[in-house]
């Protein structure tokens, strides 16, 4: 097959794009790929290495939506009176006397400050 002619829903990538040349390319904004509501969504620094296994690492940006309802596999930020901070965990997870805050969405990792 010639680099013209490419079977429907295969895409042939020969190079950084030049977005002069190519009118079909988007922005890509952060804000609409991770933030659903955003009068609602959050943003927390992750303290702790005890999420690791999970991919969630200490000083990674949490990015925490109040409006959504949470699933029992979700990751959710809720308030622990006891300590009087906030803290993570499944939502099936969460101490029963717990205040819910609300559900991770997604997690930043800066590899450079």
């Known amino acids: 097959m010639s ?3 490419q079977p429907d829903g295969v895409s042939v990538h020969t190079g ?3 977005p002069a040349v190519d009118q079909r390319l988007q922005t890509l904004d952060l804000n609409k790929l991770l933030i659903q509501h955003a009068a609602s969504t959050y943003m927390f620094r992750i303290r702790g290495n005890e999420w690791e296994g999970a991919g969630v690492f200490d000083g990674d940006i949490a990015i925490v939506d ?3 309802d949470p ?3 979700d990751v959710v ?3 622990d009176e006891a300590t009087g901070e906030f803290a993570i965990s499944k ?3 969460m101490p029963k006397t717990a205040a819910l805050w609300g559900v991770v969405t997604a ?3 800066q590899f450079r400050a």
Do not use: C, E, S, Y
């Open 3 to 5: 680099d013209q002619q």
């Open 16 to 18: 950084f794009p030049n």
């Open 66 to 68: 109040r409006a959504l």
């Open 71 to 73: 699933h029992k596999t």
């Open 77 to 79: 930020i809720w308030w």
């Open 91 to 93: 939502f099936a997870g």
């Open 107 to 109: 997690t930043i990792h």
